[in-house]
């Protein structure tokens, strides 16, 4: 029940600091597009990427960044490396498909003027 509540509050305030950074630190990137969808983009991969943690016969899903940090400070290479493959795989799908849909839109706007 414990790991239930956390995983809420967890979203909640992922949710809100998403919601912060919308209101906030997008007012100062009024000129530049590609800039805001970069780094909300980034942000939502760091706070919303699930990650695995194998303990003996349990499995636990933790965020992918939080494991990640935890690892690094419990000395493990190894493990920061598997922490890390989702984070890596979701950005991997993420920017490309970011990329795709950028490429799309400037020849849309491209060849109708």
């Known amino acids: 029940m414990a790991y239930l509540i956390a995983w809420g509050l967890y979203l909640v305030m992922a949710v809100l600091l998403m919601l912060g950074y919308e209101r906030y630190v997008t007012a100062y990137l009024f000129g530049s597009r ?5 780094l909300r983009a980034l ?3 760091l706070l919303f990427t699930p990650g695995f943690v194998v303990q003996g016969e349990l ?3 933790v965020p992918a960044a939080v494991g990640v940090m ?3 400070l419990a000395h ?3 493990a920061v ?6 984070l890596l795989v979701v950005s991997v799908v993420t920017y490309s ?3 795709f849909r950028e490429i799309r839109r400037s020849e849309a706007t491209q060849g109708g003027t």
């Open 34 to 38: 590609q800039l805001r969808i970069f």
């Open 43 to 45: 942000l939502a991969i």
């Open 59 to 61: 499995v636990y899903m």
């Open 70 to 72: 935890f690892n690094i």
């Open 76 to 78: 493990k290479p190894l």
């Open 81 to 86: 490396l598997q922490a890390s493959l989702p």
């Open 97 to 99: 498909l970011l990329f």
